[in-house]
């Protein structure tokens, strides 16, 4: 790490520095959350997956709109970015009905206000994808918004321009996914605006933390899909009878094996890039 950088703020799994007026460190680690409680075992290289993940994303999307990443660090976890003035609102798009889109659906027939025709099974395709913005929320959960109320957050154009954006995003990075197997049923994205007031991608980018990447042989609507990334932990938190409340449980050491495996060939298969390749110069996903 940089040995100056002044720390604002960590996330469930991240830490945020300020380099200088003008850049930040993200620094992703190895901790994994599962049920909304970080647990107490780490999974060895979940961060360097997930930064070269979306250092590769951002690289391949970079013709479609700009991103604020400078560089990636030697370590493989770390990224410089450009300092942003981030927009108020989750910019998540959804290809597919799960999680808080399928509650609400269940509940009102509507996601975020936009309504959906009857009868459709959990996790089943969306006639098409949906801009489906939420709040930030400081604790707790995001809430989702209808148009109206995220263009009190953030204007009417700029509303425009990122679900334009954002659905221009989930298209290019979900036909590569499904190229190699993988569905990106939704990601969730951030964006900042620059000094000039450019639309700047930001944060993390089609990382399994920020989306839901399942594996298409195993894809049968009507009920939850296994997650790519963390079935095992999932799985096995379940014979526990764990009541999902902080401390989460230790994992023994095949979940640990198994989960790492299961991310870095979710690098491999979306990247075609060898992960110990990638250990080896961050960079080569950039290229
Ligand atoms: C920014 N976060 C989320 C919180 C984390 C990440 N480029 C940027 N410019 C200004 N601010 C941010 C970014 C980005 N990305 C991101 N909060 C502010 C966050 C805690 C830990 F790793």
Known sequence: ????????????????????????????SDRISTFDVVLPTEIPDKGRVLTGLSGFWFAQTRDLVPNHLLALRSDGRSSECRRLEMLPIECVVRGYLAGSGWKDYRATGEVCGHRLPD?????????????????????????????????????????????????????????????????LADTKLEFGVDERGRLV???????????????????????????????????????????????????????VAGTRARYVEAFERLTGIAFDRYVDEPGVVLA
């Open 119 to 183: 009868g459709l099974v959990e996790s089943q395709q969306l006639p098409e994808p949906l801009f489906t913005p939420a709040t930030k929320a400081q604790t707790g959960h995001d809430e989702n918004i209808d148009r109206a109320a995220a263009v009190e957050l953030v204007g009417e154009q700029r509303f425009d321009e990122v679900e334009r954006v954002s659905l221009e995003l989930y298209r290019t990075v979900s036909e590569q996914a499904a190229a190699r197997g993988i569905i």
């Open 1 to 28: 790490m940089s040995d100056t950088a002044l720390h604002l703020g960590s996330g469930k799994v991240r830490e945020l520095y300020a380099l200088d007026d003008e850049r930040l460190l993200l620094v992703a």
């Open 201 to 255: 991608l930001a944060d993390e980018a089609f990382t399994p933390d920020s989306s839901r990447f399942w594996p298409a042989d195993e894809y049968a609507p009507g009920g939850p899909q296994p997650s790519f990334d963390k079935q095992f932990v999932r799985d096995y938190c379940e014979t526990l009878g764990w009541d999902k409340a902080y401390p989460g449980p230790e994992l023994p050491a095949d979940v």
